[in-house]
């Protein structure tokens, strides 16, 4: 029985995958690299020198009656009932 020469062969096509992966790797960097340089030009540049200011919102008016103890819980009390009312404690 004649046998071919494998080790060469399986060398050979190891090299050759090796080389594929490779290129394929190195083509994948690029892109993501290309496309990380993209997105930061369109969302432009978040420095210290940018006018970026966050803005706090406004709290919002209390519904009839005293800020303090206006929601639900808050009320001496007040466990956990009902999900609707006024959060006033119980009789």
């Known amino acids: ?4 020469p494998r080790p060469q062969d399986d060398t050979r096509d ?3 995958a090796f080389r594929w992966g490779a ?5 994948l960097i690029v892109l993501v ?4 340089l993209v997105s930061y ?3 432009g540049p978040l420095g210290p ?5 966050q803005v706090t919102p406004k709290p919002a008016p209390s519904e009839g009656g005293s800020a303090a103890g206006a929601g639900p819980g808050t009320g001496a ?5 009902a999900a609707t009312g ?3 404690p119980r009789p």
């Open 23 to 27: 290129m394929a790797v190195i083509l």
């Open 14 to 16: 190891n090299k050759r």
């Open 49 to 53: 020198g940018t006018n970026m200011e």
């Open 77 to 81: 009390g007040s466990g956990t009932g």
């Open 41 to 43: 030009e369109r969302a």
């Open 86 to 88: 006024t959060g006033a």
């Open 33 to 36: 690299l290309g496309y990380n």
């Open 1 to 4: 029985m004649d046998e071919p």
